[in-house]
């Protein structure tokens, strides 16, 4: 019997499911905004996209600084694990400094790579079998709206 890439989501907490999706809400619908409603406000709607993409960054990476309590990490790989954390917001507040196309096309990269990140977390910590389907979602649904409002 073959199985969705998506079967681990049904075995995801609802709220943790209900919460992540929602979370794309913004997203599109600010990608939708800066393509389709008043050229007036075009610039208004992609720099809340990019502040909102910078504010999601911070939240991803913290759950390093998570794991890395919850595990007690300690020595080096303290070091590389709480370092890490931080880089996303680090990359997030300075994407805010550039011209917005800029910066959405930087926050879509830090956001797959921090996907690409995750699924090496995944490999050292005991995670449940639903995150990393979750993350791959919203880091492709999230990143592919910074994407294409950047070339609007």
Same mark, same amino acid.
């Given at each position: 019997?073959?199985?969705?890439?998506?079967?681990?989501?049904?075995?995801?907490?609802?709220?943790?499911?209900?919460?992540?999706?929602?979370?794309?809400?913004?997203?599109?619908?600010?990608?939708?905004?800066?393509?389709?409603?008043?050229?007036?406000?075009?610039?208004? !709607?992609?720099? +809340?996209?990019?502040?909102? &993409?910078? =504010? #999601? $960054? *911070?939240? %991803?990476?913290?759950?390093?600084?998570?794991?890395?309590?919850?595990?007690?990490?300690?020595?080096?790989?303290?070091?590389?694990?709480?370092?890490?954390?931080?880089?996303?917001?680090?990359?997030?507040?300075?994407?805010?400094?550039?011209?917005? !196309?800029?910066? +959405?096309?930087?926050?879509? &990269?830090? =956001? #797959? $790579? *921090?996907? %690409?990140?995750?699924?090496?977390?995944?490999?050292?910590?005991?995670?449940?079998?639903?995150?990393?389907?979750?993350?791959?979602?919203?880091?492709?649904?999230?990143?592919?709206?910074?994407?294409?409002?950047?070339?609007?």
């Amino acid at each position: 019997m073959r199985t969705s890439i998506f079967y681990p989501l049904s075995h995801a907490p609802r709220a943790a499911l209900i919460l992540g999706i929602s979370g794309l809400i913004p997203f599109i619908a600010l990608t939708f905004f800066a393509g389709y409603l008043a050229i007036t406000w075009y610039a208004f !709607w992609l720099q +809340l996209l990019a502040q909102y &993409a910078a =504010l #999601i $960054l *911070s939240f %991803v990476g913290a759950l390093h600084w998570g794991y890395a309590v919850m595990s007690k990490t300690q020595g080096l790989r303290a070091w590389v694990q709480y370092g890490w954390s931080v880089v996303p917001s680090l990359v997030g507040w300075t994407a805010l400094q550039l011209p917005v !196309w800029h910066a +959405l096309r930087l926050l879509a &990269a830090m =956001l #797959i $790579l *921090s996907y %690409v990140i995750d699924r090496k977390l995944a490999t050292q910590h005991d995670i449940p079998n639903w995150l990393m389907p979750l993350r791959a979602l919203l880091t492709f649904v999230g990143s592919l709206s910074l994407l294409i409002a950047s070339f609007i």
